[in-house]
């Protein structure tokens, strides 16, 4: 039951209109389809699909993934079915949905971006882009391509050049990250998505070995989410972008951590696995809190740090 009817939980990150602030985060989610059994989708602010690439890709070798102490060490690689496979198998499903679809895409070079972001600006059913230049589990592209300003500048602009849709750069954390902000909005990309994972390695000691097969690999969950915070804080207060904000969101506080640092919106990454439903719980506690404090619009929260006494 809605205790508050009255509580307006719609927030827009630039172009892209969202009915609540909670999306689902890129790789933690699928296509969608999966978690349909579980929950109803329509119900989310929105989903961001697993990261797609041009032709389709394996991954890396097994294990992919690694506990660690509030966290998950991950190397998928960007395991994906390809472009044409999700526009034929995929995006049929998603286009029913009411709730905001949001393509992630990567490539290896600019010239890829830009052939996938073409080719999805042309499908129905897609709110934006979210384009991924900070994977840190692949060689080419990746983080490489999101720590370079100059290279983001001229990717963004390309982009913004060639796509009327809008479109979201999901930088890496550790780079000069203002500088970067403030280059992917001069390029014009709509929004930003902050933070992907980050970069970590955990070893076993009785085998001597790196617990991934990649050895390397990307940290997620609850043991990242102040260093998200303060990259979401550090961006919002002195570039003019929207955020979406990600990083260890397991509750409704922690999107209020996120709202006030400044994000327009977030993301559940890695809470999804251990439960499918967390986000519509979230939407639900959000809204109860918010009505219970008689805030009566979640917009009006964003970026509402208070540094004074
Ligand atoms: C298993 C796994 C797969 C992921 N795959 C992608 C991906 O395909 N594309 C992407 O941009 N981010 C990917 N991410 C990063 C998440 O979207 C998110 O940025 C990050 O995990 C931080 O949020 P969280 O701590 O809530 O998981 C992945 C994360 C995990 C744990």
């Known amino acids: 039951m809605d205790k508050f009817p009255d509580v307006d939980l719609t927030t827009s990150v630039g172009r892209v209109k969202l009915k609540n602030p909670i999306l689902v985060a890129a ?25 797609i690439t041009l032709n389709p890709r394996e991954g890396n070798p097994p294990p992919r993934l690694a506990e660690t102490p509030c966290g998950l060490l ?15 198998q995929k995006l049929p499903f998603l286009k029913e949905l009411t709730t905001a679809v949001i393509v992630s895409i990567a490539g290896e070079k600019e010239e890829e971006y830009l052939r996938l972001a073409e080719r999805l600006s042309k499908e129905e059913g897609i709110r934006a882009l979210e384009v991924n230049v900070s994977c840190p589990n692949v060689k080419l592209g990746g983080v490489a391509l999101g720590k370079d300003s100059g290279t983001v500048f001229s990717l963004a602009r390309r982009l913004k050049e060639a796509i009327d849709m809008p479109f979201i750069l999901k930088l890496p954390p550790f780079v000069d990250i203002v500088e970067v902000a403030q280059a992917a909005r001069e390029g014009g990309a709509e929004a930003l998505s902050l933070i992907n994972t980050v970069p970590a390695m955990a070893i076993d000691v009785e085998r001597r070995r790196p617990k991934l097969g990649n050895i390397t690999g990307g ?7 102040p260093v998200a915070v303060k990259i979401v804080w550090e961006v919002t207060r002195k570039v003019d972008i929207p955020v979406i904000g990600m990083g260890g969101i397991m509750d409704f506080e922690d999107v209020l951590e996120f709202t006030l640092a400044g994000a327009s919106a977030v993301a559940v990454g890695t809470a999804n696995f251990t439960d499918p439903g967390v986000s519509v719980r979230i939407i639900k506690d959000l809204k109860n809190y918010l009505g219970a404090k008689n805030i009566t619009k979640f917009s009006e929260l964003v970026g509402r740090i208070s540094l004074g006494e």
Do not use: H, Q
Not at 76 to 88: K, Q, R
């Open 74 to 88: 991950n190397s998928i690689g960007l395991e994906n079915p390809g472009v044409d496979a999700f526009i034929s």
């Open 27 to 51: 790789g933690t989610f699928g296509y969608g389809e999966e978690y349909s059994r579980y929950i109803d989708l329509n119900i989310l602010g929105g989903i961001i699909t697993k990261t």
């Open 219 to 225: 940290l997620s969950g609850p043991c990242i989410k």
